[in-house]
């Protein structure tokens, strides 16, 4: 168990729908990162937040967002849902932002989104 | 640019046999981290190693032994007398330092037979 929450574990809904996954990190940390695993695109890098700021973008379509709240807990928001959207959602969190220092990310058990 | 390159899609090997996985990146970066997580059939993502660029010791953790190689810019991982449960997909990922995001490699799927 990393510690990494994420929630719910299951989501089916239906193109043109919007969900949104939630995330909540390991105690102490206060980045957190979202990937998705899809079977074309591998792993990729979403979006990151830091103490509340967004502070990376990766490969992050723009009918997805994403916010990180006081408590630190972040939620992903998908929007007008398509076919291709169907993915495992993974959340991390690591600990600080250290300059020249990259921490260990600690992956949540991830929320497969199913779009039908 | 950042490229994780996991040559090998799919490894099979009988129980207790040794089996390397192979990893290797490409990075402008002088400094960068190298990953290794690990994906069992559960789905969820474990985490087994860090390495920064300026460490080339090989590291060995019970039957995980892992060589890089700055030279020829790979991060092999080794898997010594293999169990059933080390059956898994694993993944080696870069980093450049500050960016913190990971690339991640197309995932190597090991399968080890009883």
């Known amino acids: 168990d990393s510690g990494v929450t994420q929630t719910p574990k299951h989501l089916i809904t239906a193109t043109g729908q919007r969900v949104t996954l939630r995330c909540s990190p390991r105690s102490g940390d206060l980045s957190v990162y979202w990937y998705q695993q899809s079977l074309d695109q591998g792993l990729q890098f979403l979006i990151q937040y830091y103490n509340g700021e967004e502070r990376a973008k990766g490969n992050i379509l723009e009918r997805f967002s994403a916010q990180q709240f006081p408590d630190l807990h972040s939620e992903l928001n998908l929007s007008s849902l398509e076919l291709g959207d169907s993915a495992l959602y993974f959340c991390?969190?690591?600990?600080?932002?250290?300059?020249?220092?990259?921490?260990?990310?600690?992956f949540g058990p991830g929320t497969r989104l199913t779009v039908l | 640019a950042q490229k994780v390159t996991q040559a090998q899609t799919e490894i099979s090997v009988v129980e207790k046999e040794d089996v390397t996985l192979d990893c290797v990146y490409e990075t402008r970066d002088t400094t960068y981290y190298l990953f290794w997580y690990k994906q069992p059939p559960s789905g969820e993502l474990v985490f087994l190693i860090r390495r920064n660029s300026f460490d080339e010791q090989n590291e060995i953790s019970g039957r995980y032994s892992w060589n890089f190689q700055k030279s020829t810019s790979s991060f092999n991982f080794t898997i010594t007398a293999s169990q059933v449960v080390d059956s898994a997909v694993y993944f080696c990922a870069l980093s450049s330092t500050g960016a913190n995001n990971l690339f991640f490699g197309t995932g190597t799927r090991l399968t080890v037979i009883p």
């Open positions: 991390a969190s690591s600990p600080t932002l250290l300059a020249g220092v990259t921490d260990t990310q600690y």
